[in-house]
């Protein structure tokens, strides 16, 4: 099995919710795996029961081979990053990463040789006697992750470690911690509600909502073909059609468009999504023969947003709103206009298929 | 959103670890805290070992002794109404104006925190009583101050700070955007004034008003001291038990004493957790420039009320240095050689002895200082126990939450609720057994100081210990520390503020303090707050204001120790987390 991670019908109830309903995950040693959800979704209750600090209803979790659910914390030798950094406020940054040595019985000698690697690795050599509340919480992050790496941990847990910095500084440490992962080949679990993070920085994404896994994937998978509209909505941005599905034609509103997704047909009603960027926009009088004309709507642009390399269009096709991303460039040259009539050109090919049912788009 | 935080942690060895701890605490708050007042209870409806009403219809149907009640009721409700009025307009001068001086206002108005209650009654006494320097001295008239009248304004100047603490942070908490809301709406200042400002504030009002009857009706200094023949229920009590044995009878009025007090406290604390829900977060904006009038109109007031404080306490020092109030002022510092006493502190007086050259300034150190001695060690004593036992029992309420937190938390608040001379009496009643073997030892006053005062000191735990993210913790137990080493390493840092001015507050008390150790003291074993008492009712005036000085200056003493060790004033971080801008 070797340092493989199981969770086996994992679930928490308190009470009468059940935060998190009967899961199942194989983690690989080295693997960095991320954990993607909306708020309340019970993530974190996962982590937390991982790490020991939460009691496991049901099901089991499984380490090298070995049920650990009562294992206390301490015994788990798991290391943590949270959310609030939490660095003890009374000691220096070299004292805090020391603790976890000073915690294990390290010898003094060996302790101050990891501290100083340690310091390297997110290279705060020069920041090691400050307090904490002297650092930036850039800083402070860096030296929570390595506070946690030090004691060289089975596996590294991190609950959002980035959700309270600012977006700039979010992207830079983003990096830095996919770098570490690789450098150091660690096992990471890492929890985060923002998509972008989750499939920038993770070898396999999980998708979570309520308390249940909606799917486990290679990020580019959970982008490209989402198993359910909520996926499809949570990560990344789709638009929605409700309709009913003949064949591959599916009736939405005053339109038919056709479609072209293979596999299982669902007859009947469905919801179709569809990716902005794969939307196509023409204006009146373009040539657009050779295009289905079932799949091309008129609409009027309401709402220009700049993206920075994309630029956002809000369009109205019969009182419903349609986002489409152009490429900035195209955008400029073709020179589209706010209170614009246009053309929408939805492939069929672009058009992911789901029952209707489960989720509301 | 996080899920509510779990109970049932996995942690076997911490586990064992709080639950011992819980049952150790659980059980010295049922021994020296619930046993005594249930005692109390037990012992008012005995008579000759049977069970009866009878002690409560002596008590109701002696109108001497039944005029207690009435007496307290009369002084308590009198004092609760002057002072929440004019403690209310204090802390409005001090959140709503912009006059000037509000810092050194705010350190006055907390002085007679620092010094015992009977303070306030020698003072009264010296300027208004029989040789007072104002009615004998200088008016030349034969009105004096005793009974009600001293009793009510002695209070009123005692519950003072009180009062304040509560209003003040209600009226700082109160968003001021909303007055300016309402003048911008065409309201005129007084209409804004009374219909936004004193609605917004009344939880606060109503339990400073709660506060004040509480701490009125259970004082025992004052009353003593100035009230004369003019009898209160704690005064009572205290009579009934030193002056007739009538123990039965003390039993009663003290289990008559305790539903004003329990009810008064209970309201207390329900106001003031629904004043604190209306608090906003936001940040205050600016105060506009109060108009002159109303500027100079509030520093006057506040001006005048600081100096009635300060009065006070120049009256008892000058009184203390002079030769014959108010007839002799040359000074002299013959008062502070106390008449021997018969009490006993020998680990001081040997200590003295081999430290001073012979004389009869060593017999005064040595002997006659010897209550002072005995105050000063009960108060590190309890300065030091209290605060730990009190920021542990924070801890374990807080963090670690384990079955029956709940009926600890209510335990450790309970205290604020009983009258020391209740517990006091208790005390007698329930430990003076031959057994039982601390009875008439220090550790029997310790333990009791410790206890009453209690409720603050978890308080202001549990209020720290809120602030400390539970992240810390967790990230110490993850990086493999144990639950003792997580208090002491990472806990017990970052309580060292609070646990600083927790200690502070418990050796005030313990200085200060007179209704509840006044039952436990003993010929040999005696206290300087106290002596103040004994010395007063000798005839030795002079002599009880140069003991007060004393305790007033070495509460002075600690408070600047602690200043200098923690960078921070002790007193302001215990009473208010917010200090004056």
New interface residues.
Partial sequence: MGRNLTLENLTKRYGTLTAVDRVNLEIKEGEFICFLGPSGCGKTTILRMITGFETVTDGKVIFEGKVINHLIPQKREFGIVFQSYALFPNMTVEENIAFGLKMRKMNPKAISKRVDQMLDLVGLRDWRTLFPAQLSGGQQQRVALVRALAPDPQVLLLDEPLSALDAKIRVRLRAEVKRLQQELKKTMIYVTHDQEEALSIADRVVVMEKGQFRQVGKPIDIYKCPSSDFVADFVGTSNFFKGLRTHDRVQTGPWEFEIAQAGPSQQGKVVLAIRPEKIEVFRPGEPANHLRVSNLVPGKIDVVTFLGAAVRLVVNINGEEVISDVIEKEFEQRGLKQGEDILLYFPPEAFLVYPEGEVAA | ????S?S???????KMITGIAMVLFLAMLTFFLLYPVVDICRLSFLKEGKLTFENYLTYFTSPRIFRSFTNSLYVSLLTMIITTVTAFFFAYGLTRTTMPGKGVFYTISTLPLIAPTIIQALALILLFGRNGLITRYLLGTDWNIYGATGIIIGECLYCFPNALFILYTTLSAVDTRLDEAAQSLGASALKTFWKVTLPSAKYGIASAAALTFNLTITDFGIPVVIGGNYSVLATEIVSQVFGLQRFDLGATISVILLIPSISAFVINYYLTRKSYALISGQARPFLQPSRPLKKWGFTVYCGLICSCILIVFATVFLGAFVKTWPYDFSLTLKHFDFPSLGAHAPLWTSFWISVLPEGTFRTMIAYKYAPIWTSLLVSIVVAIVGASLTLLAGYIIEKKKPKGEQILYTLSVLPAAIPGVVMGLGYVLAFNKPYFFIYGTIWIIIINIVISNFTLGVLTSIANLKQI?K??E?????????PV?TFT??VF??SRVAFFSTATFFFMRAMTTISAVIFLISATIKLAAIEIIFLDVDGRTASANAMCTVVVAIVVGALLVMRLATGRSALGGMVSSKQPG
């Fill in positions: 959103m996080n899920p509510p779990s049932s942690l996995p942690f076997s060895r911490d993210d992240s810390i967790e990230a110490a137990v993850s990086l493999g520390s144990g080493s390493k990472v840092p970052l």
